[in-house]
């Protein structure tokens, strides 16, 4: 990271992944470090969402550290309180609401405190959000972090500030974002998503697919290299789409290019849409040992009918062909997906097609996601939500049974074998204990062994014993 001398360091503490009982997940992460360089005032952040949100946090981070605000992970420490959003489903929003009536008794106690709804949630609610929350004194979208500084001057004036635009170039490419010191990184490599998924938020949220330049992106990873971090994990809705306009540079390419940066370091990358994936791409996967072995492919539905009414381009045949492609040349690549169950007019028959695809496939993990009519989006004009949500409910237990099952076998299938384990620190239950992860993905746990070791180094690990959830090891010679 180029980070000029009197700007301080900022440390975002790693988030964590809830997942709650109806199968809804969100991304948690706050932002925390020492305030050398405060002038302007502390600002404390909460992430929510995706892990482009999580990425925005960093480059939000950059824009404030570089006007002279210092960061706090003490919210009743802070001048400036920002939530980082999400509106994928209903129940991300209403944990904001809720968060912010937590933070109602911090606003009585300090008047002049600002505070900020950004990202999806406030693109999503524009204005309508200061109606309803009357604590929030600023909002600003996805495409609008430039803007923070002047935002934050205006409402310290007590005037609502906001700035919702969106935009059909912005990709921050010249914002260096200030990352949590680390073995693993994250790159957003574009932005937006111009897919139309009609049950998704997303392309209201977060606007036009754009791409940012191969160039700025492959210095960045050099310098990601150079200051030690051992892992990439290139971000975007759909990274398959990717493309540098100007050298024509596409997603194939573009990993090809990152992999040479340093052979050892390990390229991941998501999100990949299943009708967009290519077999350059496999391809050049197989050629490059450092680009992972893992590839998270969103199916949402097994019944081509849902698929159709979903918008997703693909059906339930052309995914499974996708599949068998990555099998033929990947064997060892390891797969995950994300289910939404109850979509509108889903029956029971096309409820069985989903559990059969997760039969045939054999993923290693599935996120499963109740479906959650979003206001605006072209399913909620045009489709009523009809499942019942016992039903909904009902399903949702279905697939989770089904799938924890062949995570299950596929993880009792790998006792015995050696994995090349990249370690990421202490495992949550025992410091005695690291926590890593092989190139497919797979967490293991291990016993810290005599030599040392420690995080961001890459061991031989054998597994000795596993679950649905965990891998556990010893370190192979
Ligand atoms: N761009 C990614 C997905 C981003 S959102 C992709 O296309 O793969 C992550 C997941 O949230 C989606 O894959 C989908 O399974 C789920 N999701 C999106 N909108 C939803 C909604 N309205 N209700 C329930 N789940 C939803
Ligand atoms: Fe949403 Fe579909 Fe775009 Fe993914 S590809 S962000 S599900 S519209
Ligand atoms: Fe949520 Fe926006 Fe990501 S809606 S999932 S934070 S793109």
């Known amino acids: 990271m ?51 949100n999580f990425s925005d946090t960093e480059i939000i981070s950059s824009v404030l550290i570089g006007e002279g605000y210092g960061t706090t992970d003490n919210a009743s420490d802070a001048d400036v309180i920002f939530l980082n959003t999400c509106a994928i489903r209903d129940n991300a929003e209403q944990r904001i609401h809720l968060r912010l009536q937590q933070l109602k ?11 900020g709804v950004l990202g999806c949630m406030a693109e999503r609610m524009k204005s309508a959000l200061f109606e309803k929350e009357k604590i929030v004194d600023l909002i600003a979208g996805p495409d609008a972090y430039r803007s923070l500084p002047q935002l934050i001057e205006l409402a310290e004036t007590g005037q609502k500030a906001a700035n919702v635009f969106l935009s059909l170039e912005e990709t921050y490419a010249d914002i260096t974002p200030v990352r949590r010191e680390g073995v693993s990184a994250f790159l957003s490599i574009m932005r937006g998503c111009d897919n139309m998924c009609s049950f998704c938020v997303v392309p209201f949220t977060r606007g036009r697919e754009r791409s940012r330049p191969a160039s700025s992106l492959l210095d960045e990873i050099k310098r990601l290299s150079d200051e030690g971090f051992k892992e990439i994990t290139l971000l975007g809705q759909n990274v398959n789409s990717y493309l540098d306009e100007t050298s024509t540079v596409n997603f194939a390419e573009l990993m090809y290019r990152a992999s040479l940066v340093n052979p050892k370091m390990r390229i991941r990358f998501t999100t990949s849409h299943p009708k967009d994936i290519s077999e350059e791409l496999i391809d ?12 998270h492919l969103p199916v949402q539905s097994g019944s081509s009918r849902i698929l159709a009414k979903m918008n997703r381009n693909h059906t339930r045949e052309h995914y499974l062909e996708k599949i068998a492609m990555i099998k033929s040349k990947l064997p060892e690549c390891a797969l995950s997906t994300d289910i939404i169950t109850g979509f509108c007019s889903e029956t029971e ?3 069985a097609e989903t559990l059969s695809l997760l039969r045939e496939v054999r993923y290693d993990y599935a996120f499963t996601f109740i479906y959650s009519e979003r206001p605006n989006t072209p399913a909620a004009k045009h489709f ?21 099952r062949i995570s299950d076998e596929i993880h009792r299938s790998l006792v015995g074998k050696v994995f090349e384990v990249l370690i990421e620190g202490n495992s949550k239950r025992s410091a005695e204990m690291w926590m890593g ?37 010893k370190q192979a010679l």
């Open 2 to 52: 180029q980070e000029t001398p009197t700007l301080p360091i900022l440390n975002i503490i790693s988030g964590s992944r809830e997942v709650a009982a109806d199968g809804q997940e969100t991304f948690v992460a706050t932002s925390t470090r020492a305030a050398e360089t405060n002038r302007k005032g502390k600002v404390y952040v909460e992430t929510y969402g995706c892990q482009m």
């Open 105 to 115: 008794g911090l606003k009585r106690r300090n008047p002049k405190l600002v505070i």
């Open 284 to 295: 050049v996967m197989a050629e490059r040992p450092n680009l992972c072995k893992f590839i």
């Open 349 to 351: 028959a096309d409820h």
């Open 384 to 404: 009523p939500d009809d499942v019942p949500s016992d039903v909904k409910q009902r399903r949702l237990s279905e697939i989770v049974a089904v799938q924890r």
């Open 437 to 473: 992860r092989t190139d497919e993905n797979r967490v293991v746990v291990f016993p810290k062994a005599a030599q040392s070791a420690q995080a961001g180094d890459v061991v031989r690990v054998e597994i000795v014993e596993a679950t649905s959830a965990t891998l556990l090891g």
